[in-house]
């Protein structure tokens, strides 16, 4: 479980314009690839869908998840975007990811409805998902990244790989 303690204000990029937990502490939580073009695209249009804080953002490079968020592994971050519940103030102890956190979203913002009937297609969850990650997988490809190379350790070539 998350605990909400007081929020170092390293979270995200300070110029960034996005609501972090710091700004919306009831907000749910979206995790993403701060260094990833397309994930970075993606977000800004999430919030702008959003309008009423809805939604609070954080870069899974950012300290605040490794300090806070201590189930999910950096390698999972680096598969899919995750989304964290948030029930006045508290973070849930579910984690949506990738497919199943954009099909939350698609009830969560009433922009997204139109989008929900796509998503809520029984059995179709596993498509969902695997379409999800072929192109979580090619992200870089697709729009590159803000930082390069990767790490020492070729963190990010998992990415670069068919």
Same mark, same amino acid.
Request: charged share 25%; hydrophobic share 35%.
């Given at each position: 479980?998350?605990?909400?303690?007081?929020?170092?204000?390293?979270?995200?990029?300070?110029?960034?314009?996005?609501?972090?937990?710091?700004?919306?502490?009831?907000?749910?939580?979206?995790?993403?690839?701060?260094?990833?073009?397309?994930?970075?695209?993606?977000?800004?249009?999430?919030?702008?869908?959003?309008? +009423?804080?809805?939604?609070?953002?954080?870069?899974?490079?950012?300290?605040?998840?490794?300090?806070?968020?201590?189930?999910?592994?950096?390698?999972?971050?680096?598969?899919?975007?995750?989304?964290?519940?948030?029930?006045?103030?508290?973070?849930?102890?579910?984690?949506?990811?990738?497919? !199943?956190?954009?099909?939350?979203?698609?009830?969560?913002?009433?922009?997204?409805?139109?989008? !929900?009937?796509?998503?809520?297609?029984?059995?179709?969850?596993?498509?969902?998902?695997?379409?999800?990650?072929?192109? !979580?997988?090619?992200?870089?490809?697709?729009?590159? +990244?803000?930082?390069?190379?990767?790490?020492?350790?070729?963190?990010?070539?998992?990415?670069?790989?068919?």
């Amino acid at each position: 479980m998350v605990e909400n303690k007081t929020i170092d204000k390293s979270i995200s990029d300070p110029q960034s314009d996005l609501p972090s937990p710091l700004t919306a502490p009831k907000a749910d939580l979206v995790i993403y690839d701060g260094t990833c073009n397309f994930c970075s695209s993606q977000v800004r249009n999430l919030s702008r869908f959003d309008g +009423k804080n809805r939604l609070a953002f954080v870069s899974l490079h950012d300290p605040f998840v490794a300090e806070q968020i201590t189930d999910l592994s950096h390698q999972q971050l680096m598969e899919q975007i995750f989304l964290i519940p948030n029930h006045d103030g508290e973070y849930s102890d579910r984690r949506l990811g990738g497919a !199943a956190a954009i099909k939350y979203l698609t009830l969560r913002l009433p922009k997204l409805w139109i989008l !929900a009937p796509l998503f809520h297609v029984p059995f179709t969850g596993s498509l969902q998902q695997w379409v999800y990650r072929q192109i !979580a997988k090619r992200r870089y490809k697709i729009a590159g +990244k803000k930082e390069d190379p990767c790490d020492d350790q070729g963190t990010c070539d998992l990415h670069f790989r068919d």
